[in-house]
């Protein structure tokens, strides 16, 4: 943990600096992709006032479960904003969906960019099963309808499930839309895969680029589990995992991975500062 901490310490200010500004960009991308989906769906909310709700849960979600806690916190606070609730929690379910689909893509790009590339069947076979129930959430109506007796329907929990399930269906008629901002969520995971490639710079760490598309999007996938909080400890311990075998010493892993999760904290401060406004403004 000593050797960890100096390495974070003497990390780069310039490679530190670059991916601040990286993280600031992959704030800005995915804003724009949420509010692509919620044009999609005539949420009626501005711009601004969803950028608002995006960074102000993002806040909040760093004191959450990782990955659910500011998706929770974000269909919240756009269901207070738009009194739809059912939209607004398919706007963040499918925003969701769309970024470990990227993810998916991007390990798979990184598997076949790298000469030691896993070709077990079993890799293929998971890649295939995680897609096919990412993709499952389109059809959630007729899920719901399925699963759902038709005497709950009518009350007010069944009534409520389907109400979601219709909500999140309805992309499935938006295909434009989803490649679109399919194509946002794939320009976010590339911007982490970078940053955690300079970050890596910034302590040492001298493995090339092609490793951290192969390693990167499991390390980020653990990110969005949640079993942490703000992603330290195993998401940590993952990363440290991975690099092993390319020679990495586990301090300098532990140091990288420690500011990736730090970076992206700095990247919620802004959703403080809003709540902080609003907080006064209330007063």
Do not use: C, K
Not at 24 to 37: E, G, K, N
Not at 95 to 109: K, W
Not at 201 to 210: E, K, M, S
Not at 241 to 263: K, N
């Amino acid at each position: 943990m000593r050797a960890a901490a100096l390495a974070v310490l003497r990390v780069s200010p310039v490679h530190l600096v670059f991916v601040l500004l990286l993280v600031a960009l992959d704030r800005a991308v995915m804003i724009l992709r949420w509010v692509l989906l919620l044009r999609s769906s005539d949420v009626e909310i501005s711009g601004a006032a969803a950028a608002r709700i995006f960074l102000v849960s993002s806040f909040v979600g760093s004191f959450l479960p990782a990955g659910v806690g500011g998706d929770i916190a974000r269909a919240y606070g756009l269901s207070r904003a738009t009194s739809d609730s059912a939209e607004a929690l398919a706007s963040v379910a499918i925003d969701r969906v769309l970024g470990i689909v990227a993810l998916l893509v991007m390990g798979a790009v990184g598997l076949m960019a790298t000469a030691t590339a896993v070709t077990d069947w079993r890799v293929g076979a998971g890649v295939a099963l995680l897609l096919t129930s990412s993709f499952a959430i389109l059809w959630a109506d007729r899920v719901v309808s399925a699963v759902v007796p038709g005497s709950m329907q009518a009350g007010r929990v069944g009534a409520r499930l389907v109400s979601i399930g219709a909500a999140l269906s309805r992309y499935r008629t938006r295909p434009l839309t989803l490649l679109h901002v399919f194509g946002w969520s794939v320009a976010v995971q590339v911007l982490r895969i970078v940053q955690a490639y300079f970050l890596g710079l910034g302590v040492g760490i001298g493995v090339p680029f092609r490793y951290y598309l192969v390693f990167m999007p499991i390390g980020l996938l653990m990110l969005l589990l949640p079993i942490s909080v703000s992603g330290f400890g195993a998401p940590q311990a993952m990363i440290v995992w991975l690099m092993r075998p390319l020679g990495v010493a586990d301090e300098q892993s532990f140091a990288l991975s420690t500011l990736i999760v730090l970076t992206g904290l700095a990247g919620n401060l802004p959703g403080l500062l809003l709540w902080l406004n609003s907080r006064r403004a209330a007063l």
